[in-house]
């Protein structure tokens, strides 16, 4: 088969050879992409054959044509299918074939095909698209083309034909055609002899039939459109007219545009009568006249167009379109104008067209008309007057009628109850409320005012004049303020049914009653509240009610009330939310508190005039609250140490606390001292068990003599066994250095000695023995290692027994706030009662929302049980400590080994992230992997140790200056295996040191080694060293790598710039460039404002860890 472009069959012979259903079936497949593909004509043959997929199948037709005089015509048809005579395949070809017909020859012919799959697909974008409907002619190209038009024509009902032809027999009647005239139209086009005929086209087929004419395609589709706007009107129920359509019938304001867009076109606009032409107006409108003489007062229509003023009667042939427009025959020679309305055509103007007729009112009469009909008519219609001597009335406005309705009956406690009801209503003087009208910016003028007085009252307003309902409190402020401003107003007249109740406010101030009584569980109270305003008195429980439903009075079965929009109930009810978002909820009217929530009784107190009941209880809650007041505690005079001022504010805090029964958190700056103040209370205890009067006063839990169990990391031990021998000699103390077999060892101890030193990898492993045994006090030193609630260690140290519990820590706060609440619930199990509440209301709207409120109502709570002083604050003579962090540029060698692995690792670790609960070791790892990389690249691969890690190099410049000064240093780092590094380096240039890390047995030996002088740099792991040593004799500390938690770094720094120190102390943060360490230290940043925020009371707040954290270390 050739190239060749193939012709272009006939549309009509080919609708005609191949019959409606098949080419309608055809058409469809044609329509569908990649349907029919592979056409060629064979110039030889005159066949065109394709190949045609349809219903998963794929047909073979051919069609063979013949050219009769200058048309193509089928002269041969095949198919594969088994549907002779009616196949659909050869029908889709045809169209196919025609459209690459349609192709521009040159392009068809010229342009050399390839068959490359991916050429064709593009090839295929830009083939011309089917015609679309305003492109082309309907017909040959080779006919002369029919130019089409609309004509009108002006029925009259007054002649029979013309009505015959509007009104087909059997159609339903139509609100519209009882009117005089309608404007009919019908589609023309002009014949070879340039007449306008009909021809057989009819609007019900004239979108499918067009009886071969060469139509434009443009006027064809109007036509349709045209056609179609008149069928869209939902009012038309009668049978559509095949020769006429009226213009009244079209509803949409549509029709303009598409008028204008027939002339556009070149659609001629035309009349049944040759003479007459048809014009289309700018605009129109229409008002009523007024005219008086001696017998009448006669009233008419007018409709203003085009300039012209035409007074209309029932002979006046004009008319209006739906509510949008107007038409009328006028002008000289003779025209029909069609024009859109300025505005909406009311229905009165419209029923007036339908009537057509003048109206005349006798002179008898004429008062009666502007009394009851004038004021209706002119909000209807325009209305002018063409007699100087008849003056139009000015309309009186609108005004709002309110209508209200009293009821009292009785409510289910048997109590009276009043009720009203308040609806609107916009009335017009002189018109009867059946026959409303609308006056839009009136109705707004008088919504606005009714608005603006419940703008005022209430917190709504009232825009659209809905009804109300008022009972209960709310009929209070509708009688007292909303109805009095209602009525003030001019524009309303007041119209009530019923008595209007009489209320009384109480204006005394509300006072706060409390009734204490013990409750069953001895750490808990249950408190009464009462309120009473003057002679009357009302359970809290009733105003909780009324606040939680946003009522804002409180109303009595005497008809009197108080408002509850005063301090004393918003300060009240915030305290009882809470109590029952952390308490179990107490009953209805009561408010239950645990001894450790002293904060939250102090504010209730500070609200009531009184409490009465539960003296000892209350007694030992204020005992807490007012350590400055009374009787103060004295430092023992068994301490053999003379405390700082700061010292006995925090041992006669510590006395309080264990007076009364309660634990808490002694968490001072590292360095100041909180060892001594905690000997200092065990020396308290034991004076106080010494004295009867004195031993009385305690709980009685706490009134045998026992011994204190200290717990603390095993690098502490020694140092609290040297302290207490030192500042506490007549306490008897020893350590436990392993485990025990049976309670007898602990209790032998116990009856022994006064203090028992043991750590937490011991309590751990013999945790049912130390449950066994009572304890006058346990102290936690180094608190942050029972942080963690799951851990077993936190668990037995909340099942030991003693009524004293006493956490030590510098850092309570680690990472988030959920390890705060953890030491908490050790030390003051009651405050919070459990995790979930504590979470959700502290922990997450301040860690995640940085809600601020939530904040200072935390700080307000932990307050009586946590005591922070910082260095800074407390010791004006502790030398400065000076922070620097010195960024160290690694090595290119150094850089592209660490880039290399970061690349790998970063693309690990995020998609690890997405479920970072179930990949967190996975992930953490692969960081430290990249936090190794950025010191040394030989502790991540023994194969780079050719590699000089850039950081050491750093470091020696450093210490060559400080060494050569006399200084001594102090250098830390999380990783061990970095620290040998260091170590080899020192020894192969000489220099004397001294090492520690979790696996040294002598650490006591090492200490004092540096202490003595010997050695002037000590290599100290972060874990194992960071915290319980006294290394003032150091004024020098190198941070080699940051880690993420700003606390722990700040333990390490302090072992030096502590009590003691008499230099000043140099604290390097050495940091690797561009490197992950960077974003640690950002990192570090962030929970360093979190822990200042709750600890410090600094203005700042910030997220615990999360996915995106990790991923910002890695960007």
């Not at 659909?88 to 070809?93: E, N, Q, S, V």
């Not at 004076?687 to 706490?702: F, R, V």
């Not at 007549?730 to 116990?750: C, F, K, N, Y």
């Not at 500390?1037 to 000043?1064: K, M, S, Y």
């Amino acid at each position: 088969m050739s190239d060749s472009v193939p012709p272009t069959i006939d549309a009509r012979h080919l609708l005609r050879y191949l019959g409606d259903v098949p080419f309608f079936y055809g058409k469809n497949i044609a329509a569908e992409e990649n349907s029919v593909v592979d056409v060629e004509f064979d110039e030889s043959t005159r066949q065109i054959e394709g190949t045609v997929r349809a219903n998963d199948e794929e047909f073979s037709p051919m069609i063979q044509v013949h050219q009769v005089d200058d048309e193509w015509k089928i002269e041969l048809c095949e198919c594969t299918c088994d549907k002779p005579g009616i196949c659909p395949h050869i029908a889709a070809l045809a169209i196919v074939s025609n459209k690459i017909a349609s192709l521009p020859r040159a392009v068809a012919v010229a342009e050399e095909k390839t068959s490359a799959a991916w050429a064709q697909q593009i090839d295929s974008w830009f083939e011309p698209s089917e015609p679309g409907p305003a492109d082309g002619l309907l017909g040959s190209q080779n006919d002369p083309v029919v130019a089409m038009g609309l004509q009108f024509m002006l029925f009259d009902a007054k002649n029979a034909t013309q009505q015959q032809q509007w009104m087909p027999t059997g159609s339903i009647p139509h609100p519209t055609r009882n009117k005089r005239f309608r404007l009919g139209v019908r589609p023309m086009v002009r014949n070879s002899e340039g007449r306008w005929v009909r021809g057989q086209l009819r609007w019900t087929t004239l979108g499918f039939k067009t009886y071969g004419w060469n139509l434009l395609r443009a006027q064809h589709h109007w036509f349709t459109r045209f056609a179609s706007m008149a069928r869209s009107d939902t009012q038309l129920q009668f049978k559509v007219d095949e020769d006429w359509l009226f213009m009244d019938e079209y509803a949409s304001e549509l029709l303009w545009p598409l008028l204008e867009q027939a002339q556009e076109l070149g659609i001629a606009l035309i009349s049944t009568r040759t003479e007459q032409r048809i014009r289309i107006i700018d605009h129109a409108s229409f008002s009523m006249q007024a005219a008086l003489n001696d017998e009448n007062l006669q009233l008419g229509g007018i409709l203003h167009i085009d300039g012209q003023d035409l007074a209309l009667d029932s002979d006046s042939p004009s008319g209006v379109i739906a509510d949008h427009g107007f038409y009328a025959q006028l002008g000289s020679p003779d025209e029909i104008w069609l024009a859109p309305s300025q505005e909406p055509i009311a229905e009165a103007h419209r029923r007036w067209y339908i009537d057509r007729r003048s109206v005349t009112i006798p002179v008898a009469e004429i008062d009666s008309f502007f009394e009851s009909t004038y004021p209706r008519l002119a909000r209807r219609f325009e209305l002018h007057s063409t007699s100087e001597d008849l003056v139009l009335p000015d309309l009186k406005p609108p005004y709002v009628q309110a209508n209200v309705t009293y009821k009292r009956d009785l409510n289910d406690k048997g109590e009276p109850n009043d009720s009203a009801t308040l609806e609107f209503q916009i009335r017009y003087p002189g018109v009867p409320d059946q026959q409303a009208v609308y006056d839009f910016e009136a109705e707004q003028q008088l919504r606005a005012a009714i608005d603006e007085v419940f703008q005022q009252t209430t917190e709504t307003g009232n825009p659209d004049l809905s009804p109300k309902f008022y009972s209960g409190e709310s009929v209070i402020s509708f009688v007292s303020e909303i109805l009095p401003a209602i009525e003030a107003l001019p524009i309303v007249k007041l119209n009530e049914k019923g008595t209007r109740p009489v209320f009384r406010q109480l204006r005394e101030l509300p006072q706060l009653k409390i009734n204490a009584v013990n409750h069953e569980r001895t750490d808990w109270l249950d408190l009464g509240l009462l309120i009473s305003v003057g002679d009357h008195e009302v359970p809290f429980s009733q105003i909780v009610e009324a606040m939680s439903n946003g009522q804002m009075k409180i109303k009595l079965p005497d008809n009197t009330w108080f408002s509850l929009n005063q301090p004393l109930f918003a300060k009240l009810k915030a305290l009882v939310d809470e109590a029952q978002a952390l308490n179990d909820k107490p009953k209805e009217g009561d408010l239950k508190l645990t001894v450790f929530q002293i904060s939250l009784f102090e504010e209730l107190d500070e609200l009531a005039e009184g409490v009465d009941g539960a003296d000892l209880f209350i007694g030992r809650m204020r005992s807490l609250l007012k350590v400055a007041e009374g009787e103060q505690a004295m430092v023992p005079e068994t301490l053999n140490a003379q405390l700082r001022p700061y010292q006995v504010e925090g041992f006669r805090w510590l006395s309080r606390l264990y007076e009364g029964g309660f634990g808490g958190i002694l968490a001072d700056d590292m360095g100041l001292g909180k060892t001594l103040q905690t000997i200092a209370l065990i020396l308290h205890a034991h004076g106080m068990w010494s004295d009867s009067e004195a031993c009385a006063k305690l709980p009685a839990g706490q009134r045998t003599p026992a011994p204190f169990l200290v717990v603390a990391p095993s690098s502490v031990v020694s140092n609290w066994e040297t302290e207490v021998k030192r500042f506490a000699p007549s306490l008897r103390v020893t350590s436990i250095e392993g485990t025990m077999s049976s309670p007898h060892q602990l209790s032998d101890l116990a009856e022994n000695y006064d203090v028992i030193l043991t750590t937490y990898t011991l309590l751990r492993l013999n945790d049912e023995i130390y449950e066994s045994q009572r304890f006058a006090g346990l102290i936690l030193d180094e608190a942050q290692f029972v942080k963690n609630r799951s851990t077993k260690a936190h668990r037995t140290a909340v099942n030991l027994q003693t009524n004293f519990k006493l956490a030590v820590t510098g850092t309570p706060m680690e990472n988030n706030l959920s390890e705060l609440g953890a030491l908490l619930s050790l030390v003051a199990p009651a405050l919070f009662l459990n995790t979930s509440r504590f979470n959700r209301q502290f922990a997450r709207p301040i860690e995640v929302l940085g809600d601020k409120d939530t904040l200072a109502l935390l700080q307000r709570r932990i307050k009586p049980f946590m005591l922070r002083r910082t260095k800074e604050s407390v010791v004006l003579d502790l030398p400065a400590k000076q922070e620097q962090q010195l960024l160290v540029r690694l090595s290119d060698e150094h850089q592209h080994v660490y880039d290399t692995h970061l690349n790998r690792e970063r693309q690990k670790i995020l998609h690890l992230v997405e479920d970072l609960d179930r990949n967190r070791f996975t992930i953490f790892q692969s960081l430290t992997h990249l936090r190794m990389l950025a010191l040394e690249p030989s502790l991540v691969d023994p194969e780079l140790a050719d590699v000089p890690g850039s950081k050491l190099e750093a470091l020696f410049d450093q210490l060559d200056d400080v060494l050569g000064e006399g200084h001594r240093a102090l250098i830390f780092s999380q990783f061990t295996s970095y620290l040998k590094v260091l170590a080899d380096k020192l020894t192969e240039r000489g220099v004397n040191f001294v090492y520690l890390d979790g696996n040294t047995r002598n650490r006591s030996k090492v200490i004092e080694q540096f202490k003595d002088g010997e050695a002037p740099l000590f290599l100290i792991s972060l874990k194992a060293g960071g915290f319980g040593l006294n290394l003032t004799e150091a004024d020098y500390c190198f941070l080699l790598d940051p880690w993420w938690n700003p606390a722990v770094e700040a333990q390490a720094i302090d072992r030096t710039h502590r009590i003691g120190q008499t230099r000043q102390v140099m604290v390097y943060r050495m940091i690797s460039q561009g490197t992950i360490e960077e974003k640690v230290v950002a990192l570090q940043e962030s929970k360093r404002k979190l822990i200042s925020t709750v600890m410090d009371e600094a203005d700042g707040f910030s997220k615990a860890l999360t996915a995106q954290d990790i991923r910002g270390l890695l960007e």
